[in-house]
């Protein structure tokens, strides 16, 4: 790194790290993901219902979250909301996700993007519950771009931009407490869908990324924009 011009990172998380053991070192942020265009979505928390976790569980912080749910805080969520079901969605589920199926915990395995679309307008938020997991998460980033409020952990939230304020960033005691306040605050997850959203525009749009990398082009290059 030293010895290059520019490196780039997708978390803000490893540009805050690299600066730490030399901040003579120059980074930038760039986008991991990359949207086109954006739609404007009216996100109406009364009209939706149920909660959803969605990723692939040939990875194994994904199997260990879902567990770490299911075990620990589904069942005080549910006493609070005995009425709404667990929506797992994702390739490859173990056995003993499998085995977790019953009448308000829903195992869908893969879905095509048809469906998975079918969940993100009918649920109400998601839950992305990682405890473990380096990166910027793609599930999170995806949540947003679709207006559909997340609640997840610091290392969920790792590496997104601003984002105890566009989602509920919650630890392990407190995570149950905070999906069901939440699930039930239509006004904060109309203002989470819209805040989500709008993050997603600014930070994961080919505009931002263009200006990202033409900003130190420009620099070096002498070149004024």
Request: glycine residues 6%; hydrophobic residues 35%; contains cysteine.
């Amino acid at each position: 790194m030293k010895n290059s011009d520019i490196s780039y990172f997708y978390s803000s998380v490893e540009v805050e790290e690299v600066f730490k053991e030399d901040s003579t070192i120059k980074t930038k942020q760039i986008p991991l993901y990359l949207y086109n265009s954006f739609k404007d979505i009216s996100y109406k928390a009364d009209e939706r219902k149920d909660i959803m976790f969605i990723g692939g569980f040939a990875h194994e912080p994904n199997v260990d979250a879902v567990e770490w749910f299911t075990r620990d805080i589904w069942p005080h969520i549910q006493a609070k909301l005995p009425n709404i079901c667990f929506y797992i969605i994702g390739s490859k589920p173990t056995d003993e996700i499998l085995k977790l199926a019953n009448e308000h915990i829903v195992v869908t395995g893969f879905v095509d993007d048809q469906k998975l679309e079918d969940y993100y307008s009918k649920c109400k938020l998601v839950v992305a519950p990682l405890r473990f997991g380096a990166g910027v998460k793609g599930k999170i980033i995806d949540s947003l771009y679709r207006g559909v409020p997340v609640v997840t952990t610091t290392i969920g939230a790792e590496g997104i931009q601003d984002a105890d304020k566009i989602m509920k960033v919650s630890n392990s005691n407190s995570f149950a407490n905070d999906v069901a306040e939440l699930y039930e605050n239509n006004l904060q997850l109309e203002e989470y869908s819209q805040k989500g959203l709008q993050n997603c525009k600014k930070y994961f749009s080919y505009e931002y990324a263009k200006n990202q990398l033409s900003e130190f082009m420009f620099e070096v290059n002498g070149i004024k924009e």
